[in-house]
Nanobody
Framework: QVQLVESGGDSVQAGGSLRLSCARS????????MGWVRQAPGKERETVAI????????SVADSVKGRFDISQDKAKNTVYLGMSGLKPEDTALYYC?????????????????WGQGTQVTVSP
């Protein structure tokens, strides 16, 4: 089993930056890939970034491309989501997710592992 714990959420003004962290524990080799999914009230869940841990292959959604990036520190079993140029529409609960096999960037996917979420609020 894999446990995921997020941190770094905060309230910022538009244009600001944040870095979210996701620490992985338990069976740290149990996830092939990890990512970040956000959920805003009244909106569909959206996967914003994914990383395949072995090959360090990353991808980000078009909605955040050029503003968000995903990275990992293998020694710390930690994945990061760097966010800059934040907009009010980025306001959401951000979940760290992981999967044994597959992390699609599009659509709504039932990942194997979920953190509890960290809130990001962007004010105008």
């Amino acid at each position: 089993q894999v446990q995921l714990v997020e941190s770094g959420g905060d309230s910022v003004q538009a244009g600001g930056s944040l870095r979210l962290s996701c620490a992985r524990s338990g069976d740290t080799t149990g996830a092939t890939c990890m990512g970040w999914v956000r959920q805003a009230p009244g909106k569909e869940r959206e996967t914003v970034a994914i990383v395949y841990l072995g090959g360090d292959i990353t991808s980000v959604a078009d909605s955040v491309k050029g503003r968000f990036d995903i990275s990992q520190d293998k020694a710390k079993n930690t994945v990061y989501l760097g966010m800059s140029g934040l907009k009010p529409e980025d306001t959401a609960l951000y979940y760290c997710v992981g999967d044994k096999n597959y992390c699609p960037l599009t659509g709504i996917y039932d990942f194997d592992y979920w953190g509890q979420g960290t809130q990001v609020t962007v004010s105008p």
